[in-house]
């Protein structure tokens, strides 16, 4: 029993770091090309691409897991465990590299996002003949966001990827799960091999 936790600490450890690195390389892609997060359609765009990339992580890890190191079965509590444990490491090495960014590499990055926000909303508000008055106190409550540091950043990262990766991770332990049949576990019919 031991073994098997120290084995779930260290695969989870391991391909944490693999998904935080992946996470680390989808940041610096959108950065490259100067993507920022801004209006409805790119948001909801970035949105799905990030639950693809956290799905199939989380899926392909967890079966890995599953058929490598558990022999190609799993309950769900534990396929569950593992992802969250993946989702952990990989939020903590994302925060680390965001912190970085943010304080050192490019400390200005946060304020042209709540610019670009601004613009993109008042243009939008206008555009639906909002009252300026609405208009303006939306755009101050957004400008409010640039105040925000780069360790509130990182924490902030931190707490809402495990959130995210959690939520995720209920669904992909649904479906990689595979539970010793009753016969099998009696050594009446021989295992048959893993998916």
Known sequence: MEKNKSLMWKHSLNYGILFGLLLII???VLYMFNII???IKLSLLLLVVNLAIYFFALWF???????????GYVDYGKAFLFGVLIVAFSSILLAI??????AFIDPDYIQRVVDATQEWTEEFMSSKGLPQAQIDSTIEKIGSKSSVTPLKSALQGILGG??????ISLITSAIVKKKKELFQEKGIVEDGPAE
């Open 26 to 28: 989808y940041s610096v």
């Open 37 to 39: 997060p801004v209006g």
């Open 61 to 71: 890890f967890t079966k890995s897991y599953r058929n490598d190191i558990l022999g």
């Open 97 to 102: 590299y965001n912190y970085i960014f943010h």
């Open 162 to 167: 495990v959130i995210f990766g959690t939520i």
